[in-house]
Protein backbone atom coordinates (compact mmCIF):
# COMPACT_ATOMS: atom_id res chain seq x y z
CA UNK A 1 0.00 0.00 0.00
CA UNK A 2 1.36 3.41 -0.99
CA UNK A 3 2.20 6.14 1.40
CA UNK A 4 3.22 9.79 1.11
CA UNK A 5 5.20 11.19 3.74
CA UNK A 6 6.65 14.51 4.39
CA UNK A 7 8.85 15.73 7.07
CA UNK A 8 8.03 17.94 8.79
CA UNK A 9 4.17 18.07 8.03
CA UNK A 10 4.20 21.24 9.41
CA UNK A 11 6.59 23.74 8.20
CA UNK A 12 7.17 27.68 6.99
CA UNK A 13 6.71 28.64 3.79
CA UNK A 14 10.62 29.16 2.70
CA UNK A 15 11.45 26.12 4.41
CA UNK A 16 12.18 22.89 2.58
CA UNK A 17 10.71 19.64 3.59
CA UNK A 18 11.35 16.00 2.44
CA UNK A 19 8.69 14.37 0.53
CA UNK A 20 9.18 10.71 0.14
CA UNK A 21 6.63 8.10 -1.52
CA UNK A 22 6.55 4.40 -0.28
CA UNK A 23 5.31 1.07 -1.11
CA UNK A 24 5.15 1.11 -5.18
CA UNK A 25 6.23 -1.43 -7.22
CA UNK A 26 9.75 -1.25 -8.85
CA UNK A 27 9.91 0.95 -11.37
CA UNK A 28 6.48 1.59 -11.26
CA UNK A 29 5.35 5.43 -13.28
CA UNK A 30 3.49 7.66 -10.58
CA UNK A 31 2.23 11.09 -10.91
CA UNK A 32 3.01 13.28 -7.71
CA UNK A 33 0.28 15.93 -7.87
CA UNK A 34 0.18 19.11 -5.61
CA UNK A 35 -3.03 21.26 -4.83
CA UNK A 36 -3.86 24.21 -3.01
CA UNK A 37 -7.06 26.55 -2.54
CA UNK A 38 -6.12 30.22 -1.79
CA UNK A 39 -7.75 32.42 0.03
CA UNK A 40 -10.47 33.15 -2.47
CA UNK A 41 -10.88 29.37 -3.83
CA UNK A 42 -8.63 29.69 -6.58
CA UNK A 43 -6.94 26.67 -7.32
CA UNK A 44 -3.16 25.81 -7.77
CA UNK A 45 -2.12 22.87 -9.24
CA UNK A 46 1.54 21.57 -9.89
CA UNK A 47 2.45 18.05 -10.84
CA UNK A 48 5.32 15.73 -11.82
CA UNK A 49 5.74 12.47 -13.31
CA UNK A 50 8.04 9.39 -11.39
CA UNK A 51 9.72 6.50 -11.79
CA UNK A 52 9.96 4.79 -8.78
CA UNK A 53 13.15 3.05 -7.33
CA UNK A 54 14.15 -0.57 -7.28
CA UNK A 55 12.70 -0.04 -3.69
CA UNK A 56 9.53 1.24 -4.76
CA UNK A 57 10.00 4.42 -3.75
CA UNK A 58 10.05 8.28 -5.74
CA UNK A 59 11.81 10.88 -3.44
CA UNK A 60 11.58 14.29 -5.44
CA UNK A 61 14.83 15.35 -3.82
CA UNK A 62 16.52 12.78 -5.42
CA UNK A 63 14.78 11.18 -8.04
CA UNK A 64 14.10 13.14 -11.23
CA UNK A 65 10.82 14.49 -12.69
CA UNK A 66 10.31 12.74 -16.03
CA UNK A 67 7.88 15.39 -17.08
CA UNK A 68 4.72 17.21 -16.18
CA UNK A 69 5.19 20.97 -14.23
CA UNK A 70 8.80 20.53 -14.14
CA UNK A 71 11.77 17.71 -14.83
CA UNK A 72 14.55 17.02 -13.34
CA UNK A 73 15.98 16.92 -9.71
CA UNK A 74 14.21 19.71 -7.53
CA UNK A 75 13.31 19.07 -4.03
CA UNK A 76 10.80 21.24 -3.42
CA UNK A 77 9.67 21.41 -6.97
CA UNK A 78 6.08 20.15 -6.35
CA UNK A 79 5.41 23.46 -4.38
CA UNK A 80 7.74 25.90 -6.32
CA UNK A 81 5.61 24.90 -9.93
CA UNK A 82 2.04 25.13 -8.57
CA UNK A 83 0.27 27.26 -11.23
CA UNK A 84 -3.57 28.63 -10.93
CA UNK A 85 -6.30 26.94 -12.94
CA UNK A 86 -7.16 30.36 -14.08
CA UNK A 87 -4.76 32.06 -16.00
CA UNK A 88 -2.84 35.35 -14.51
CA UNK A 89 -3.87 34.75 -11.12
CA UNK A 90 -1.51 35.03 -8.65
CA UNK A 91 -0.80 33.06 -5.15
CA UNK A 92 -1.45 35.66 -2.28
CA UNK A 93 -1.60 35.22 1.17
CA UNK A 94 -3.51 37.81 3.26
CA UNK A 95 -4.25 36.64 6.71
CA UNK A 96 -0.34 35.49 7.05
CA UNK A 97 -0.52 35.24 11.12
CA UNK A 98 -3.86 33.26 11.15
CA UNK A 99 -3.60 30.43 9.35
CA UNK A 100 -1.47 28.49 7.05
CA UNK A 101 -1.54 27.41 2.85
CA UNK A 102 -3.15 23.38 2.87
CA UNK A 103 -1.41 21.86 0.19
CA UNK A 104 -2.36 18.59 -0.48
CA UNK A 105 0.12 15.74 -2.22
CA UNK A 106 -1.29 13.29 -3.93
CA UNK A 107 0.43 10.08 -5.87
CA UNK A 108 -1.81 8.85 -8.95
CA UNK A 109 -0.82 5.76 -10.77
CA UNK A 110 0.87 5.79 -13.97
CA UNK A 111 1.13 9.11 -16.07
CA UNK A 112 -1.96 11.43 -14.97
CA UNK A 113 -2.18 14.56 -16.92
CA UNK A 114 -5.58 15.33 -15.92
CA UNK A 115 -7.23 13.77 -12.85
CA UNK A 116 -11.04 14.16 -12.06
CA UNK A 117 -13.10 13.29 -9.07
CA UNK A 118 -13.36 9.56 -10.83
CA UNK A 119 -9.69 9.15 -9.96
CA UNK A 120 -8.54 7.78 -6.79
CA UNK A 121 -5.27 8.27 -5.21
CA UNK A 122 -2.91 5.43 -4.51
CA UNK A 123 -1.63 7.94 -1.20
CA UNK A 124 -2.25 11.47 0.28
CA UNK A 125 -1.37 13.81 2.48
CA UNK A 126 -2.18 17.37 3.52
CA UNK A 127 0.89 19.74 4.76
CA UNK A 128 0.63 23.16 6.27
CA UNK A 129 2.64 25.88 4.92
CA UNK A 130 3.02 28.92 7.41
CA UNK A 131 3.89 32.39 6.59
CA UNK A 132 4.70 33.29 10.31
CA UNK A 133 6.49 31.41 12.94
CA UNK A 134 4.38 30.46 16.37
CA UNK A 135 5.10 33.60 18.68
CA UNK A 136 6.11 36.04 16.34
CA UNK A 137 3.86 39.46 16.71
CA UNK A 138 2.45 41.69 13.78
CA UNK A 139 2.64 45.24 14.01
CA UNK A 140 0.87 47.41 11.77
CA UNK A 141 2.65 50.86 10.05
CA UNK A 142 1.02 53.43 8.76
CA UNK A 143 3.87 56.69 8.77
CA UNK A 144 2.98 59.34 6.42
CA UNK A 145 2.38 57.25 3.13
CA UNK A 146 3.96 54.45 4.40
CA UNK A 147 1.90 51.27 4.92
CA UNK A 148 2.66 48.25 5.92
CA UNK A 149 3.50 45.54 8.77
CA UNK A 150 6.18 44.89 10.69
CA UNK A 151 6.78 41.19 12.32
CA UNK A 152 8.40 40.66 15.75
CA UNK A 153 10.11 37.71 16.60
CA UNK A 154 9.34 36.72 20.37
Known sequence: MAEVTVTPPSSLADR????????????????LRATLKDEQGELFQSRAFFRADEA????????????????GVWPM?????????TPFRR??????????FLVL?????GISLVTGPWDKPLASREVER????PGVQR????????????FLPP
Open 16 to 31: PVEVLVRGLAPSQMVT
Open 56 to 71: GEVAPGHHPALGGSYS
Open 77 to 85: GIFWFLQPD
Open 91 to 100: LIKRDVAGSP
Open 105 to 109: LEVFD
Open 130 to 133: WYVA
Open 139 to 150: VPVREGRVRGAL
